[in-house]
């Protein structure tokens, strides 16, 4: 069983930046991708972005070019930077492996963006 920490959340003004980790208790090397999702209440979980093994990643449109993932192998950990953050990124945000065909979550970090 892979475990996932996410750290790094918390409450920052509109306009400002902050950094996620995800701590996994595995080679992040070893999974088939790691991505990142984040979830308002009461709203679907929102796809942010993915790196797979070969380190190849995706952005969702509507975030690319204010996030970026990227990974420490050797401390097996992914990292997500927000840079211009806005009160509509105020959500949970959740670090995610796949390996095979199975799926693990962390229990997720809070961010809220003061306007």
């Known amino acids: 069983q892979v475990q996932l920490e996410e750290s790094g959340g918390g409450l920052v003004q509109a306009g400002g930046s902050l950094r996620l980790s995800c701590a996994a208790s595995g080679s992040i090397t070893s999974f088939n991708s790691m991505a990142w999702y984040r979830q308002a209440p009461g709203k679907q979980r929102e796809f942010i972005a993915s790196?797979?093994?070969?380190?190849?990643?995706s952005y969702a449109d509507s975030l690319k070019g204010r996030f970026t993932l990227s990974r420490d192998n050797a401390k097996n950990t992914v990292y997500l930077q927000m840079n211009s953050l806005k009160p509509e990124d105020t959500a949970v945000y959740y670090c995610?492996?796949?390996?095979?065909?199975?799926?693990?979550w962390g229990q997720g970090t809070q961010v809220t963006i003061s306007s």
């Open positions: 790196i797979i093994r070969g380190g190849m990643t």
């Open positions: 995610r492996a796949t390996i095979t065909t199975r799926y693990y």
